[in-house]
């Protein structure tokens, strides 16, 4: 497009979501260095981010399940698999597949296709044991409690660490049941 030719309302919708993206990962970096700073410890800021992560989880539910109609799944599979179809696109804008199921079909690994939080990010070598996308374990943590599952989740590659690949393993721990809303006297 030359420049100052107007421009249509999809490309102006494009480049303010870009910008938006781009002030979202900016942002995200500038949370970290900063928590690298005030932390000193890499242990603690990965455990920061978590928890941070965490407390978003706990209230992106509500808002993912307003938006996004799904309704209660039948089991951890179809759980996982909202998550990575559903929940990556609607907060991240990418898309994630589901993968290395174990045996009893309670723990699996989310692979990402894309990861806008590390654009423009290099980890310095002091910055070695550093989680930097923790933020995210910690969300899907807390947004899984919510729905009564309790979880563990952890990196199994990440390529800021130099794996091909940024996949997080997914452990279900417990599953709570939840009461029948109305008792019998
Ligand atoms: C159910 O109630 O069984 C459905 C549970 C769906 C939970 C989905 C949680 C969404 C988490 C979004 C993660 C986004 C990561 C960027």
Do not use: H
Not at 74 to 96: P, Q, W
Not at 154 to 166: Q, S
């Amino acid at each position: 497009m030359a420049p100052g030719a107007p421009r249509s309302g999809d490309a102006i919708f494009s480049s303010v979501e870009r910008v938006n993206a781009e002030l979202f990962t900016l942002t995200y970096g500038a949370i970290v260095r900063q928590l690298l700073t005030d932390l000193e410890e890499v242990e603690e800021v990965n455990k920061q981010l978590d928890q941070m992560g965490y407390n978003i989880g706990i209230r992106l539910v509500d808002e993912f399940l307003a938006k996004s109609n799904v309704t209660r799944c039948v089991d951890f599979k179809e759980t996982a698999e909202v998550i990575a179809k559903v929940g990556f696109k609607m907060f991240l804008g990418v898309s994630a597949s589901v993968t290395n199921w174990d045996a009893d079909g309670t723990c699996c690994s989310i692979v990402l296709e894309d990861n806008p939080l590390v654009d423009f990010v290099e980890l310095p070598d002091t910055c070695q044991g550093l989680y930097y996308c923790n933020i995210l374990s910690g969300v899907i943590r807390g947004a899984l409690e919510m729905v009564s599952m309790k979880t563990e989740v952890t990196w199994a590659r990440d390529m800021l660490r130099g794996d091909d690949a940024f996949e997080l393993q997914v452990k279900l721990l417990k599953q709570v049941p939840e009461e029948y809303p109305y008792k019998d006297d």
